[in-house]
Nanobody, 123 residues
Framework: QLQVVESGGGLVQPGGSLTLSCVVY????????IGWFRQAPGKEREGVGC????????TYADAMKGRFTISRDNAKNTGYLQMNSLKPEDTAVYFC????????????????WGQGTQVTVSS
């Protein structure tokens, strides 16, 4: 059974760091692009960034460039979102999604989604 499971969320102080993990069960992640998204209360879901399957190239939304890093470990069927210099406005539920595709996109056209993990940035 295919399942996408995010973990690693929590409470962090402004300026702090957090790394989210996305483990995918039921398929071999090698041929799948991974996207990361977030949704803050009262706001629409937005793209954070993504990583392609073929060459591991990454794309980031402008607000995350230089602060967030996406990576993957196909052997572990896992994707990662490392977040540095976190700000209160980064508070949101973070979602991981996968799609059988060569290249990724920060638009939410992915087939398979996780349930999300809460990230709260507050002092």
């Amino acid at each position: 059974q295919l399942q996408v499971v995010e973990s690693g969320g929590g409470l962090v102080q402004p300026g702090g760091s957090l790394t989210l993990s996305c483990v995918v069960y039921g398929l071999a992640l090698d041929n799948y692009a991974i996207g990361w998204f977030r949704q803050a209360p009262g706001k629409e879901r937005e793209g954070v960034g993504c990583i392609s399957s073929v060459d591991g190239s990454t794309t980031y939304a402008d607000a995350m460039k230089g602060r967030f890093t996406i990576s993957r470990d196909n052997a572990k069927n896992t994707g990662y979102l490392q977040m540095n210099s976190l700000k209160p406005e980064d508070t949101a539920v973070y979602f991981c999604a996968v799609e059988r595709a060569v290249y990724c996109s920060i638009y939410p056209w992915y087939d398979y989604w996780g349930q999300g993990t809460q990230v709260t940035v507050s002092s």
